[in-house]
């Protein structure tokens, strides 16, 4: 297993960005997938974005071109870069840890306002 804590959530007028960090309690070099999910009030848990242990990235449509992810191996670290924000992308997002058949791991979330 291991703990994932998130970062960098907040209040943002549309157009605006933030900068999610993930901090892992070990190393995260060999996990197979990090990604970032995010929950709408009275919506369900949707994927975001999400890179494997190779590098290899994923999108889901509404996000691309305005959220960047990447791991930094050293410090054990994932960050969601969110540009262009827009008050559809208000939610709790979620830092996930998927090394399938060992564990799923999941952080307690950071909330995202955009608003004006």
């Known amino acids: 297993q291991v703990q994932l804590v998130e970062s960098g959530g907040g209040l943002v007028q549309p157009g605006g960005s933030l900068r999610l960090s993930c901090a892992a309690s070990?190393?995260?070099?060999?996990?197979?997938?990090m990604g970032w999910y995010r929950q709408a009030p009275g919506k369900q848990r949707e994927l975001v974005a999400s890179?494997?242990?190779?590098?290899?990235?994923y999108y889901i449509d509404y996000v691309k071109g305005r959220f960047t992810i990447s791991r930094d191996n050293a410090k054990n670290t994932v960050v969601l870069q969110m540009n262009s924000l827009k008050p559809e992308d208000t939610a709790v997002y979620y830092c996930?840890?998927?090394?399938?058949?060992?564990?799923?791991?999941w952080g307690q979330g950071t909330q995202v306002t955009v608003s004006s």
């Open positions: 070990r190393s995260i070099s060999s996990i197979f997938r």
């Open positions: 996930n840890a998927d090394h399938p058949p060992l564990y799923n791991s």
């Open positions: 890179i494997t242990s190779g590098g290899n990235t």
